[in-house]
């Protein structure tokens, strides 16, 4: 019980961030805002990881700190940047693209794992990749597949949607090469040096002038969003999701994934953006395409067991 609250809390945070990046984005650019949220998120990290690791976890001498920077960068400025800045151009359906590509994110994490460690998935997962990404078509074009082609801006919006799910799946197989460090030591390091990307990323767009300074007024007006962002789908969130995942395994925890579109959907009716009917067609056919997927993952799992040897009589004696 006390794994599966944990994917609950997790995924429902995750869920509501989006809508609540709607309101943020009509006072705040994007990258100033992801700048300002990770800074909140990186120093409670660091407090959270002094307290339970101490001074020693944070030393990287002999450590793979350029490949953690690579990944927290990735999972950070990429992640923040790209679909926050996808949301911003999608309008304000935006919240429900972004949220239903977050559910894509376990079947594009077998395509990494396939690019990058050589593990070639299987003929059916195949199908249900292509199943899934069918859902996330109707829930982007409103059943209308050649408006992605004939208008740019909607193009362009869900390419920066896929680029940012695509940095965070990155950064979560990033982990499996850090098998020595404990999840809060690397999602906090990763954080901080991801964070040294953000902030020059953030600093060449406003020293050429391509951002302006946002105002006093638009700080104050999103420190509730801030807080949020930060604290909740981002320490909390995150802490919940790897403490759970632990209990329940990674198998069982990847379900939850569909709780993120589900409480956008309706965070985002409640705000008076209402899902089409095409849109939410497209969400359960995402959805049950993650269910298959993890169904048939188990199948394959327990024919590659090895089997018990049984012993014979004579063996016995």
């Given amino acids: 019980m006390k794994g599966l609250l944990c994917c609950l809390f997790a995924t429902l945070s995750w869920g509501g961030m989006f809508p ?11 990258f100033n805002f992801t700048t300002l949220r990770y800074g909140i998120a990186g120093v409670a990290f660091a ?9 020693s976890a944070f030393r990287l001498q002999g ?25 911003h151009l999608a309008g ?19 395509l990494t794992v396939w690019a990058l ?30 408006s992605v082609l004939h208008s740019p801006g909607n193009l362009t919006a869900n390419l920066l ?21 404990s999840p809060l030591r690397y999602t906090t390091l990763t954080t901080l040096l991801g964070m040294t990307s953000v902030a ?28 949020y962002m930060s604290l909740i789908a981002g320490l909390m969130a995150v802490l919940c999701w790897n403490i759970g995942n632990r209990i329940v395994t990674p198998t069982n925890g990847v379900l939850f994934m569909d709780v993120v579109p589900v409480t956008a959907f309706v965070v985002s009716a409640l705000n008076g953006v209402l899902p ?39 063996a016995r004696r």
């Avoid at 407090?47 to 001074?55: A, D, I, N, V």
């Avoid at 350029?66 to 940047?81: D, E, K, Q």
């Avoid at 304000?92 to 077998?110: E, F, K, V």
């Avoid at 020059?200 to 006093?216: K, Y």
Wanted: net charge positive.
């Fill in 276 to 314: 089409t009917e095409v849109q939410i067609a497209g969400a359960a056919i995402t959805a049950t395409a993650l269910v298959l997927n993890n169904l048939n993952q188990r199948k394959i799992a327990r024919q590659s067991a090895p089997q018990p040897v049984l012993k014979t009589a004579a």
């Fill in 200 to 227: 020059a990323i953030d600093g060449l767009l406003l020293g050429t002038g391509t951002l302006a300074v946002p105002s006093a007024a638009a700080v104050t007006a999103v420190i509730p969003h801030l807080l």
């Fill in 47 to 55: 407090l959270l990881l002094l307290f339970r690791e101490g001074r």
């Fill in 92 to 110: 304000p359906g935006g919240a429900l693209t972004a949220s239903i590509m977050m559910a894509t994110m376990p079947m594009l994490g077998l």
């Fill in 63 to 87: 450590e793979r700190w350029g490949l953690a920077w690579l990944f927290g960068t990735l999972g950070f400025a990429g992640f923040g940047f790209l679909v926050f800045l996808g949301q």
């Fill in 161 to 181: 949607l896929i680029a940012g799910a695509l940095c965070w799946v990155l950064y979560t197989v990033g982990g499996s090469y850090f098998s020595g460090w």
């Fill in 117 to 146: 460690k050589k593990v070639r998935p299987r003929a059916s997962t195949f199908g249900f990749i292509l199943l899934s990404f069918s859902g996330v078509l109707l829930v982007i074009t409103h059943g209308d597949f050649a």
């Fill in 20 to 30: 609540v990046m709607t309101h943020a984005l009509t006072h705040i650019d994007p």
